[in-house]
């Protein structure tokens, strides 16, 4: 546990031997990439996927329920990748270079599906966040380490001159991942700034709808795309807008856990949806219980494939 008892971490040998490895032998992390067995798959035995979601500090987001800086103690949060990924339901992760490479020295990513973060230069809170910059992984770097795809983020405002440059790199993304035969997943989310200066997160029909269909349209071939979407209160409709793979994203956790849960389940039983992604709801749940708080959301992703 840690310091104030609430959810898990990593012993200290453990802990001063990844300190080490950083300082010492920079190498490791090349072995790392090139020693780690691949899953040979991207969807599991029953046809679904399910992601951990572990970039959000890349991007400045440090915040979890009502904790501002959940996310800062970084051995905390490696803790809690750790014992999300030994649930045996959850299939891979999603991070940045820092975080992936992190858990590679720990051994954590042997047969899962590991996603490369690619942008994270809008930063939260930044008056030029909507030109979101590609800073992580590139198309070359993520077939070179072994990797199976690559996530964009595509927040789309049409009154942010910003949202162009993130278009045409997100479009240019996808061709390079296509290319390799890998994931480009892509993270489509319609925003309006307000008045106060504000960014609000649309979440009506027409305005999912509409970022999904541009987003699917990004690069010269749709073939390797995959769309990572928000639960919303008529995925019948919004899901209905592709043919394309998708996955539920977690977004910004409800204190309830259960209303989650509930919100997923509903968008898991589209057809075109086939899996989950989602970051801090299972790494800080309220109860700081990870291990338990991934099996919940694992139940969920099973009684949708059996229709339940």
């Known amino acids: ?7 898990p971490t990593i012993p200290d040998a453990t802990w001063q031997g990844l300190l080490a490895n950083r300082a010492e032998d920079p190498g490791a992390v090349a072995r790392a ?46 803790a809690r990748a750790v014992t999300a990924l030994e649930h045996p339901d959850v ?8 975080v992936i490479e992190e858990l590679l020295l720990l051994g954590a990513l042997h047969d899962k599906v590991v996603i490369g973060s690619m942008n994270r230069g809008g930063l939260d809170g930044a008056a030029w966040t909507m030109d979101d910059r590609f800073t992580g992984y590139d198309a070359a770097s993520i ?18 001159a910003g949202t162009v440059p993130t278009l045409e790199s997100c479009s240019r993304s996808v061709t390079e991942l296509a290319a390799h035969g890998l994931m480009a ?6 925003y309006r700034r307000e008045e106060d200066g504000t960014l609000r997160l649309l979440g009506d029909v027409a305005s999912l709808a509409r970022a999904m ?10 073939a390797h795309t ?13 899901f209905a807008a592709t043919t394309l793979p998708c996955v539920v994203l977690g977004g910004v956790p409800d204190p309830d856990p259960a209303k989650d849960l509930a919100s997923w389940g509903r968008a898991l039983a589209q ?38």
């Open 91 to 98: 299939d891979g992760v999603l991070g940045t270079p820092d």
């Open 213 to 222: 269909t541009v987003a699917g349209a990004l690069g010269t071939t749709s």
């Open 143 to 160: 077939a070179a380490n072994r990797l199976e795809g690559g996530k964009m983020l595509l927040r789309i405002d049409d009154g942010d």
């Open 1 to 7: 546990m840690t310091a104030d008892g609430r959810g």
């Open 33 to 78: 990439y090139a020693e780690r067995r691949r899953p040979g798959r991207l969807l599991n035995e029953r046809g679904t996927i399910f992601i951990l979601a572990v970039d959000h500090t890349a991007r400045g987001v440090l915040a979890a329920g009502a904790d501002p800086l959940a996310m800062v103690e970084r051995r905390s949060l490696i």
């Open 185 to 190: 997943m892509v993270e489509p989310l319609p």
């Open 226 to 238: 995959w769309l990572k979407l928000p639960a919303c209160g008529e995925p019948e409709r919004v």
């Open 271 to 308: 057809p075109t949806v086939r899996g989950l992604v989602v970051g801090r709801a299972l790494l800080y749940p309220p109860d700081g219980d990870v291990a338990g708080t991934v099996d919940a959301a694992a139940r969920v992703l099973r009684a949708s494939e059996s229709g339940g």
